[in-house]
């Protein structure tokens, strides 16, 4: 019934196996790929026709993670699998990016690559393994792909690089100081095509090493699919790139020097206006066939792209008249809103961030149910991109795909420069909102980023800058690397790689490359040409940072203490009952983890003074020889009871109230009076022994010896 293929290696510490033609067999391509125990399988199917007058390539990503693969059922009232999370989201992208450029130009079919996650280990993370039987189902499918890929991960310890490391070793790196390095690499056999990293300042040469030993891991695994599609493969789909060179042959006589005229323009909107008139002008040209051509769109496209690559690769100008290492004029503003934490206007030529940190308490923590259990996070960063930063209208709806992926680059490149949270015990979200774009807002969302950090007082270890690279390269084997990039050249270019970090070194890498032809040599090279832009925008941003930034009168202070474990139960009492006290005395917030760390929040500082106080009372123990404020709360025939440390009460035997002989305690003292004790330590019980007699009641401190005799020979 079933005709079943299985092919299996031996990959790093693991087991890696592919498995075709039991399962999902009406699909165009299935695989289920299985790493130890985590288990992915990936379905794909593709139109056999394109939609009429479809001038872009339909393909879409998704990947899920079915709770039921670790064991779990989902949170929630519904219970149920409901909208993609982060991960889900930032996965998907991850697939979508490396095997987009690799299937054969002009295929505008539609193609849907579904990955569902059935298995997880809490070991091997998902997401390489979903990149891997994604590329293995498309390689079988017949789909015309150019591929195919692998991808693994790469971790970096004590100056090795670490294949596939454990899911616990990538979790929460900033309070792992042995992990530098959280890197995922795809490629062919023959180059990378897509780098996505969370550093840790590491050299650009480091980087470049992980890249580097990643694309000579996956090279079995490439051979792997190869091996499997040898025998499970279908027919290749009967599919011929269209051939309209001479629609782009009219359409270049009719307005090549339109086109070049209108990218000699400057200014981003009224190049944009010109660029669209040329295109009028070219299409009035042209005869109502040619106009009503399906390849139109591609072969105005074209002529874009031979116009603006070529004149940047012979003349080294580019569209703005800069040169191709030049980052385009910086102004930088902290402070910008009156009444937020801490807030920053980054703008760098065309593309403009406002951002603004916000600070809150543990109980602004982001909770998160992944596979592989629920944590918190105390740093948040989402990013906004509005139609109207382009100068366009459009849906205005919940963040996309895209807002998702640019939101956790910019949060990878900050987090490495992050303080600990033992010193700095706050919350912090950042929200970027582009004002306007052209040409990465992520990088200027790092930018801001930091300075609206640094504006709100968050001690970061040092200031981060990003900058977007770009390449052009030619046939014949020239290139342009590009410093800072408009949204035009990364449209028509080659190569989007976005470098962030400190002085000291590199925090985030993201590399998507669109031709299969990047050489360690120019990698080598736009990283080097990276950091100069990336020191150039850090002088930049250092204008803007005049002094030491004032802590907000309007964020909650925060201070943190440490408390025994078995202290936690007396803090907390019967059904909250304490700390709902201490809170509503106080006037501050309180919480307390189960490792016995307490923060107290306000903008009060008497509020969390009070709190302080209040928890110090019920967690410390009293100190034998010590002097203590209290109040009478019983008086016996033998003596009087003292509530003298927090709720703890001791008794002042008669014999110790005065230096005379009294006939009943009630003769000085009456309940609720306040009066000083002295601690003298523990009977045999464990009961409390204080005195009176040997403190000044009115001063509180102790009276002397010579004192206490002249007033007992008296």
Sequence with gaps: ???????????????????????????????????????????????????????????????QEKYYAAGKVPGGFFKREARPTEKETLTARLIDRPIRPLFVPGFKHEVLVMCTVLSHDL???????????????????????????????????????????????????????????????????????????EAYELSEEEMLGAVTFAHEQIQPVVDLIVSLAEEAAKEPFDFQAPDYSDLYAAIKAAGEDKIRAAYAITDKQERTTAVADAKDAIKAALTEE??????????????????????VVKTGKRIDGRALDTVRPIVSETGFLPRTHGSALFTRGETQGLVVTTLGTGDDEQMIDALHGTYKSNFMLHYNFPPYSVGEVGRVSGPGRREIGHGKLAWRALQAVLPAATDFPYTIRIVSEITESNGSSSMASVCGGSLSMMDAGVPLKSAVAGVAMGLILED????????????????????????????????????????????????????????????????????????????????????????????IREVIGSGGKVIREIVELSGAKVDINDDGIIKIASPNGEAIQKAYDMIHSIVAEPEEGKVYKGKVV????????????????????????????????????????????KLLGFDDRGKVRLAMKMVDQETGEEVAEEKKSENADG
């Design 1 to 63: 019934m079933f005709n079943v293929t299985t092919k299996s290696m031996q990959w790093g510490e693991e087991t890696l196996t592919l498995e075709t033609g039991k399962v999902a067999r009406q699909a165009d391509g299935s695989v289920i790929a299985t790493l130890g125990e985590t288990s992915v399988m990936a379905n794909v199917t593709f139109a056999k026709a394109p939609k009429p007058g479809q001038d872009f390539f339909p393909l879409t990503v998704h990947y």
């Design 123 to 197: 070991v091997n993370d998902p997401d390489v393994v979903a990149m891997i039987a994604a590329s293995a189902a498309l390689t079988i499918s017949g789909a015309p792909f150019m591929g195919p890929i692998a991808g693994c991960r790469v971790g970096y310890v004590d100056g090795d690089y670490i294949l596939n490391p454990e899911v616990e070793d990538m979790q929460n790196l900033r309070n792992n100081p042995e992990q530098r390095l959280d890197l995922i690499v795809a490629g062919t056999k023959d180059a990378v095509m897509m780098v996505e990293s």
């Design 290 to 311: 040619q106009l009503e051509d399906a390849n139109l769109g591609s072969a105005l496209k074209k002529l874009e792209a031979s116009v603006l690559r070529g004149d």
């Design 476 to 567: 014949d084997g020239s290139y342009a690397i590009l410093t800072d990039i408009l949204g035009d050249e990364d449209h028509l270019g080659d190569m989007d790689f976005k470098v962030a970090g400190t002085e000291n070194g590199i925090t985030s890498l993201q590399m998507d490359i669109k031709v299969a032809g990047i050489t360690p040599e120019i990698m080598q090279k736009a990283l080097a040409q990276a950091k100069d832009g990336r020191m150039h925008i850090l002088g930049e941003m250092s204008k803007a940072l005049t002094g030491a930034a004032e802590f907000s009168v309007h964020a909650p202070r925060i201070e943190t203490m440490q408390i025994p474990t078995d202290k």
């Design 634 to 677: 019983k008086i016996v025939d033998f003596g009087a009871f003292v509530n003298f440390f927090g709720k703890r009460d001791g008794l002042v035997h008669v014999s110790q109230i005065e230096n005379r002989r009294l006939n009943h305690p009630s003769d000085v003292l009456k309940e609720g009076q306040e009066v000083f004790v």
